[in-house]
């Protein structure tokens, strides 16, 4: 049942440091990234072949006209951005679509943390979501199917990782592993998606890559609601207008906490605005410059998407297990210090991207160079990504936890905002111009961070939490 967090801490279910049913966590832990290996089998899934299928099929005359409300949508879209072909109207909307997905999760965690609970938030987005992939097998029903899964996406985010942190007492060196292991859950998911949903799409029809997708998502349904009884009990605090001093809105101490977190988030939105090139123009950069020759066979570019998926698995499970290793020997390092090592990994990894392509001159890149990109970048990820949740869902005020990791997938949205932005000057500079650019923006992280980070650490290493309960 959902209770109101009272002023008093007291003990929460689902907290017990004795619970190492899963790996060493607790089972509730299990049954979440079950449903996160489903969620995004399906998420990425349609979008491994949402732009083929509106360029290929669904926005060609004879089809475009059967999508309910479609004409008034376009003429929306068109008076926005001016008169669209058919493709740029497919690359809008898959924007539009993706951005608003990591956008939404914020007031998802409002909703969450405020009204309804955690759990029964999940459940919800989590059935709406099921009935959006199912809607994107017709074609009629498509911007029906596109609400439906940015409403749920919004739901499910921010709530599911609220419940990660809540799994775990304030002083559990368990929670960075455990979203490390989430952070692998999501990409088994990732990766396993384009063999299945793709192929089924490319080769055998639209409507079949669309019912595996939402057969994924069914199975993060089910697993989540099988999973439900070992969930932390769902909080909710009444809805107040947060305010200075008293009467339950924010005082000045959880205040400067939530400008800390803020600003440490800044970092995130440096990094991902760089790495997410990986998937904007790296492939673009990689077909024209890249040397893909190997034994005669040309590698397809795509191909890079799959290392990409491996090299994160492969990453987050050597970071969890050093973090094990140096938490046993009471050698952990600060979540700043350890952000500040993923973005200058980040930053190495462009560094080689530019310097490769100023050697080569007018040649063709070496395979090895890309490859090394993507060692680099994707290790950076477990450093950045998962101890950035972590430290939200340890640091921030309970009340608001579930909120502001809903702004962590916000700055994911201002990210792939700022990719498209650098996009732009792919075509004006040199390509070690343009990967040294995301070289400096990473960079740029890493100053920030050594700067601050000391200052930053002691503002998060204070209590904000008796006025909204434990988390």
Same mark, same amino acid.
């Given at each position: 049942?959902?209770?109101?967090?009272?002023?008093?801490?007291?003990?929460?279910?689902g907290?017990?440091?004795?619970d190492t049913?899963?790996?060493?966590?607790p089972r509730g832990l299990?049954?979440i990234?079950?449903?996160e290996?489903?969620?995004s089998f399906?998420?990425y899934?349609?979008v491994?072949?949402?732009?083929?299928?509106m360029?290929?099929?669904?926005?060609?005359?004879?089809?475009?006209e059967h999508?309910w409300g479609?004409a008034a949508y376009?003429r929306?879209?068109?008076?926005?951005f001016?008169?669209m072909?058919?493709?740029?109207l497919?690359?809008?909307?898959?924007?539009?679509?993706?951005?608003?997905i990591?956008?939404?999760?914020i007031?998802?965690?409002?909703?969450?943390d405020r009204?309804i609970g955690q759990?029964?938030?999940?459940?919800?987005g989590?059935g709406v979501?099921v009935?959006?992939?199912l809607?994107?097998i017709?074609?009629?029903?498509f911007?029906?199917?596109?609400?439906l899964?940015?409403?749920g996406g919004?739901?499910?985010k921010s709530?599911l990782?609220?419940q990660?942190?809540?799994?775990y007492g304030?002083?559990d060196?368990r929670r960075a592993?455990a979203?490390?292991?989430?952070?692998i859950?999501?990409n088994?998911?990732?990766?396993i998606?384009?063999?299945?949903?793709g192929?089924?799409?490319?080769?055998?029809?639209?409507?079949?890559?669309f019912?595996?997708?939402?057969?994924g998502m069914?199975?993060?349904?089910v697993?989540?609601l099988?999973?439900r009884?070992?969930?932390?009990t769902?909080?909710v605090?009444?809805?107040?207008v947060?305010a200075?001093?008293?009467?339950?809105g924010l005082n000045?101490?959880?205040?400067?906490?939530?400008? $800390?977190?803020l *600003?440490? !988030?800044?970092t995130e939105? +440096?990094?991902i605005?760089s790495?997410?090139? @990986?998937?904007?123009? #790296?492939?673009?950069?990689?077909s024209?410059?890249?040397?893909r020759?190997l034994?005669?066979f040309q590698m397809?570019?795509?191909?890079?998407?799959?290392?990409d998926?491996?090299l994160t698995?492969?990453?987050?499970?050597l970071a969890?297990g050093?973090w094990g290793?140096?938490?046993?020997r009471?050698r952990?390092?600060?979540?700043t210090?350890?952000?500040?090592i993923?973005?200058?990994?980040t930053?190495?990894?462009?560094?080689?991207?530019?310097m490769?392509?100023a050697?080569?001159?007018?040649g063709k890149?070496?395979?090895?160079?890309?490859?090394?990109?993507?060692v680099?970048?994707d290790?950076a990820?477990?450093?950045?990504?998962?101890?950035?949740m972590?430290?939200?869902?340890r $640091?921030?005020p *309970?009340r !608001?936890t579930?909120?502001? +990791?809903g702004?962590?997938?916000?700055s994911? @949205?201002?990210?792939? #905002?700022?990719?498209?932005?650098l996009?732009?000057?792919?075509?004006t500079?040199?390509?070690?111009?343009?990967w040294?650019l995301?070289a400096?923006?990473?960079?740029?992280a890493?100053?920030?961070?050594?700067?601050?980070?000391s200052?930053?650490?002691?503002v998060l290493?204070s209590d904000?939490?008796?006025l909204?309960?434990?988390?």
């Amino acid at each position: 049942m959902t209770q109101v967090t009272p002023e008093r801490p007291v003990a929460k279910p689902g907290r017990d440091s004795d619970d190492t049913a899963f790996f060493g966590h607790p089972r509730g832990l299990g049954f979440i990234v079950t449903a996160e290996v489903g969620w995004s089998f399906a998420y990425y899934g349609m979008v491994s072949i949402l732009t083929l299928y509106m360029t290929q099929r669904l926005f060609t005359p004879g089809h475009m006209e059967h999508i309910w409300g479609f004409a008034a949508y376009s003429r929306v879209l068109q008076t926005l951005f001016g008169a669209m072909t058919p493709l740029a109207l497919a690359s809008q909307t898959f924007g539009l679509v993706t951005g608003l997905i990591y956008a939404t999760p914020i007031l998802g965690g409002l909703l969450g943390d405020r009204w309804i609970g955690q759990g029964r938030a999940v459940m919800i987005g989590l059935g709406v979501l099921v009935a959006g992939h199912l809607a994107l097998i017709a074609e009629q029903s498509f911007l029906i199917a596109i609400a439906l899964l940015i409403v749920g996406g919004g739901l499910v985010k921010s709530n599911l990782l609220g419940q990660i942190g809540r799994l775990y007492g304030p002083d559990d060196p368990r929670r960075a592993r455990a979203f490390g292991i989430f952070l692998i859950g999501v990409n088994i998911g990732g990766f396993i998606t384009p063999l299945v949903v793709g192929t089924l799409g490319e080769k055998v029809g639209w409507s079949q890559g669309f019912m595996a997708a939402a057969g994924g998502m069914l199975l993060a349904f089910v697993a989540y609601l099988a999973g439900r009884r070992h969930m932390p009990t769902d909080e909710v605090s009444a809805p107040k207008v947060p305010a200075l001093g008293g009467g339950g809105g924010l005082n000045r101490r959880e205040l400067a906490v939530i400008l $800390a977190l803020l *600003a440490v !988030l800044v970092t995130e939105v +440096l990094n991902i605005g760089s790495y997410n090139q @990986a998937f904007n123009l #790296f492939p673009v950069w990689a077909s024209q410059h890249v040397n893909r020759t190997l034994f005669g066979f040309q590698m397809p570019v795509t191909w890079f998407s799959a290392l990409d998926g491996v090299l994160t698995i492969v990453a987050t499970l050597l970071a969890v297990g050093f973090w094990g290793w140096q938490s046993s020997r009471g050698r952990e390092p600060r979540e700043t210090t350890r952000i500040a090592i993923g973005c200058a990994m980040t930053t190495a990894g462009f560094l080689v991207l530019a310097m490769a392509s100023a050697l080569s001159g007018a040649g063709k890149v070496p395979l090895l160079a890309p490859i090394a990109f993507f060692v680099l970048v994707d290790g950076a990820l477990p450093w950045v990504d998962t101890v950035m949740m972590a430290l939200i869902s340890r $640091a921030a005020p *309970a009340r !608001l936890t579930t909120t502001l +990791l809903g702004v962590y997938y916000l700055s994911f @949205a201002v990210g792939n #905002f700022l990719v498209g932005w650098l996009g732009r000057t792919y075509e004006t500079l040199a390509p070690a111009h343009f990967w040294g650019l995301h070289a400096a923006i990473a960079g740029s992280a890493v100053v920030f961070l050594m700067v601050m980070g000391s200052r930053l650490n002691r503002v998060l290493d204070s209590d904000a939490r008796p006025l909204g309960g434990t988390q």
